[in-house]
Each structure stands twice: as structure tokens, then as C-alpha cells.
């Protein structure tokens, strides 16, 4: 079944429909553009700009940005949107009617760009608390995860595929190279209570706290009734690709706060609150090692957190 059909059948509002189709629309166009990146064409490599996280940009972090902005300001629907490529939010002001605002990782796994890994994007939607037809405010993008309305990523991999939540469930479709469209092949996915894959980038190791270093142990320790492993890491450093794995298999992945970010590394905006919001709409679990993640008020546009996601019973053991 391809997606506008899917979304009508569930009872979508038809202005998020076309928030969909543009994601649908400027997802194909960075598929493309991925897609020739092997071919030696010239997207390979950083811009010479840094975003305001002060990470260098890579062109298909700009490329996929622009595409993307492109899309959602033609929709109609969004006013405005927060990305990682954008110091600070965007207004659409020819769109002040529309009633969301979306946040995106255009490029989530940048540094796996040039070695032709997995990469994806990733989005979460928002209805605006401002009026519609007025000026949007800070508090349409600082609006706790449990308040997104729709959320999602698309993972540029073997193949292209979009998984996503409108609040009830978490589906997948896989891009139809011969159709073009997407086509669903997974609906209502479900996290395996139970998993036997840890990712976690354990370079950090000696910067984790006791808890989370003893949790790691017993990660490594734990054996099953014939003494082989109970699990295994699989760590690919690029979130969504990590993520997909484990809800089709099962496991936990953890970006905690280490030396070098303090804070955690990952944005709660744009990528732990839509990775939470697909992974409870899938029976998993989304937390930063104290609290739910889709409950923690934001702050900040740009804001970090440690993250843990995953199936629940490797969620329960890691946090308790
Ligand atoms: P990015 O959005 O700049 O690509 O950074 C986020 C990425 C995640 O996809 C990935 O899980 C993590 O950073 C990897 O970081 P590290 O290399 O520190 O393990
Ligand atoms: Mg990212």
C-alpha cells in the first residue's frame, strides 16, 4: 500500500498528508543525491562551514537541509521549522496559516557520509501553540515530545526507508526503486521485549558513571543457560541506522553524557524526541537515565541529552 493511502485509511488530517508528502518528496531527491555519492560525483566531503554546534558540515548535510526547507516551504502546512543546520528557527511567513512546525536532522550519521554507510533523517512534528496567521513564538518549538503529533526518519541504507508514528504505531515503508513510491512492509512494528544488541561507543567507557559502566559490564558478563554470550555490541554511529536495527531485533542504544559532551551528544529535539516517540509507539522505551524523554521540557533549540532507547526489558535493566 503506498503512504497517501495509508495515512487517508487511518484517518489522517489531510494538512498532515501533505506534511508527509513533502518528507516523501524531499526524501527521494536526498536518496538521489546519497545515491550518486558513490559515483565520485562531487558531494563528498565537508563545506568548510561549521553549524552552530560548531560541528563541520558536511555538503550533504547543507544539501539535504536545503532540500528538505525547500519541501516544507511549499507545503503550506508548516510555518516554520528547527533544524540542526539552522542556528535558529525558520519562519515560513508566506505559510503563517499552517498549524505545525517541524524540527530535522536533514543528515543524521554525517561522519558516516564518505565510507557509504547508512545515513538518515530524521523529523518530529508539532501542532503551533501560537495562533494561526500570527508570528510563531519560541514556545512552538519548545514543546515537550509528548506533544508531537507525528514523527519519524527515513534511513538511506540498502535500502530507502521511511518509519514513522502518527500516535498509533509504528510503521515502515520501503522506497519502490521501479515505482518511486513508498510501499508499506511493516505495520504496527513492534520492539522484541527482550533483545541481545548493545550499542553504545564504548571509546567513552572510562567516562561513564558507575552505573552506566557496571551496566556495560553486565552487558559483556551476562551468559545464557548454555554459557554462550546473552548479547553482542553492534555500534554503527549513525542513530537512525543503529535504532533500526535494534527495533527489528531487539536491543538498546545508549548515548550517555561523557568528557566530551557533558551533556549527552544527541539534540533532544530533532533526534531523541522522535527516536522516543517511534520507539513507545513500538512498545520500546525512550529515556535520558532519569526520566522519559518525551517528558522533559525543553529549553533550548539546540539542546543535548544523555539517551538511552530501546526494547523494554533491556530499558528496565539499564536504567534500574
Ligand atoms: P550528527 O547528527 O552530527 O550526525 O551526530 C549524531 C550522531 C548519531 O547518529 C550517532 O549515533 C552519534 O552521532 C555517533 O557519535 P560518536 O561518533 O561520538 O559515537
Ligand atoms: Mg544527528
Known amino acids: 500500500m503506498e503512504l497517501k493511502k495509508f495515512l487517508e485509511d ?38 568548510g562551514s561549521e553549524n552552530i554546534q560548531g560541528e563541520e558540515q558536511q555538503k550533504l548535510d547543507v544539501y539535504a537541509d536545503e532540500c528538505f526547507i525547500k519541501e516544507f516551504r511549499a507545503c503550506g502546512q508548516l510555518a516554520g521549522l528547527a533544524s ?37 533523517t530524521i ?25 508531537q503529533i507525528a514523527a519519524g526518519y527515513v534511513n538511506y541504507s540498502v535500502s530507502t526507508q521511511l518509519v514513522f508514528s502518527t500516535g498509533s504505531g509504528t510503521h515502515i515503508f520501503t522506497l519502490d526503486p521501479n515505482s518511486g513510491e513508498y510501499r508499506l512492509i511493516n505495520e504496527n512494528v513492534k520492539f522484541p521485549a527482550d533483545g541481545k544488541v548493545y550499542s553504545i561507543n564504548e571509546v567513552n567507557l572510562d ?5 552506566l559502566k557496571r551496566y556495560a559490564q553486565i552487558c559483556k558478563d551476562k551468559r545464557k543457560a548454555d554459557g554462550k554470550r546473552m548479547y553482542t555490541g553492534r555500534y554503527i554511529g549513525s542513530l537512525v541506522a543503529d535504532f533500526h536495527r535494534n527495533i527489528l531485533k531487539g536491543g538498546i542504544y545508549v548515548y550517555p553524557a561523557t568528557v566530551d559532551s557533558p551533556k549527552g551528544k544527541l539534540r533532544l529535539l530533532y533526534e531523541c524526541n522522535p527516536m522516543s516517540f517511534l520507539a513507545v509507539n513500538a512498545g520500546g522505551k525512550g529515556s535520558d537515565g532519569t526520566q522519559d524523554i518525551l517528558e522533559i521540557e525543553p529549553t533550548e533549540l539546540h539542546q543535548r541529552c544523555p539517551f538511552y532507547v530501546g526494547s523494554p526489558v533491556m530499558m528496565d535493566e539499564a536504567l534500574s
Open 10 to 47: 487511518k484517518g489522517t488530517e489531510s494538512a498532515l498528508i501533505e506534511v508527509f508528502k513533502a518528507i516523501e518528496d524531499a526524501s527521494k531527491v536526498v536518496q538521489s543525491e546519497v545515491s550518486r555519492a558513490g559515483l565520485g560525483a562531487d558531494i563528498y566531503g565537508a563545506k
Open 84 to 120: 540542526e543546520e539552522q542556528d535558529d528557527a525558520l519562519q515560513f511567513d508566506e505559510s503563517l496559516n499552517g498549524e505545525y512546525v517541524i524540527m530535522i536532522d536533514p543528515l543524521d550519521g554525517s561522519s558516516n557520509i564518505d565510507v557509504n554507510v547508512a545515513i538518515g
Open 123 to 147: 523529523f518530529a512534528v508539532y501542532k503551533r501553540v501560537s495562533e494561526k496567521g500570527s508570528g510563531l513564538e519560541e514556545g512552538d518549538f519548545l514543546q515537550a515530545g509528548k506533544h
Open 207 to 211: 567516562d561513564f558513571d558507575d552505573n
